[in-house]
């Protein structure tokens, strides 16, 4: 009997399950080769967290169809994100350049979701600090538009037209225990549920206040 599937969460329905995924990654992983030449001077960075396990995944595939070992690195980016003061606390990742660096080579940035591009552009600063790639692709399992930056996969295994009323969740076996892209309802973020707080009314103290308003806004 085959394994029951994951739970769905009320008002979340999956979009990619396991072996959609996996053509994608697939048809991806053709397409790098195709555009490379071949691939031999590319390099695989995934962004954590589960732009890691895609680029290892989408380097097994390559290794097979040329019999080519690609190097799989990490890249983070916490601390060269402009969403800092917003976003909640985290614990800094773990960069890991391939032997041989990444001067002169073709580095492929391996994510999941592309969304307003401000983590693509944070991965590029990074590079800058590490190499000088000769050229920068990126490949993303999603792409679900409303970008707030000129930025454009390279690759892209499901354009997903979303509204910024929903969010997209990607589950791989590596961190989830199952594969699926889920797509529900968007939780609203700490900034924005505490700019959208209704305002207690004003008491004498507070209209003769004048230090500086720590209301945290949007990036």
Not at 115 to 139: C, E, I, M, N, W
Request: hydrophobic share 35%; charged share 30%; net charge neutral.
């Amino acid at each position: 009997m085959p394994p029951a599937s994951p739970e769905v969460p009320d008002g979340t329905r999956a979009v990619l399950d396991g072996p959609e995924i996996n053509r994608a990654l697939t048809r991806i992983a053709h397409e790098v080769l195709e555009r490379t030449k071949g691939g031999e001077d590319v390099t695989l960075l995934g962004i954590p967290s589960r732009g890691v396990p895609l680029a290892q995944r989408l380097a097994r595939r390559i290794e097979r169809v040329e019999d080519l070992g690609v190097p799989v690195g990490s890249l983070d980016i916490t601390m060269y994100r402009d969403d800092l003061r917003l976003a909640p606390a985290r614990a800094l990742g773990r960069t890991e350049i391939p032997v041989g660096g990444l001067d002169d080579r073709v580095v492929v940035l391996v994510d999941d979701v592309l969304f307003s591009g401000r983590t693509v552009r944070a991965a590029l600063d990074a590079l800058g600090d590490l190499g000088r790639p000769r050229a920068v692709q990126l490949a993303v399992l999603v792409d679900r538009g409303h970008r707030e930056l000129p930025i454009r996969a390279d690759y892209v295994g499901k354009n997903l037209p979303t509204s910024l009323r929903e969010n997209v969740t990607v589950r791989l076996e590596e961190t989830d225990g199952h594969d699926a892209v889920l797509l529900g309802p968007a939780h609203p973020s700490p900034a924005t549920t505490l700019k959208r707080r209704p305002s207690a009314p004003e008491s004498p103290s507070s209209r003769t206040r004048t230090g500086p308003d720590t209301t945290e806004g949007n990036a």
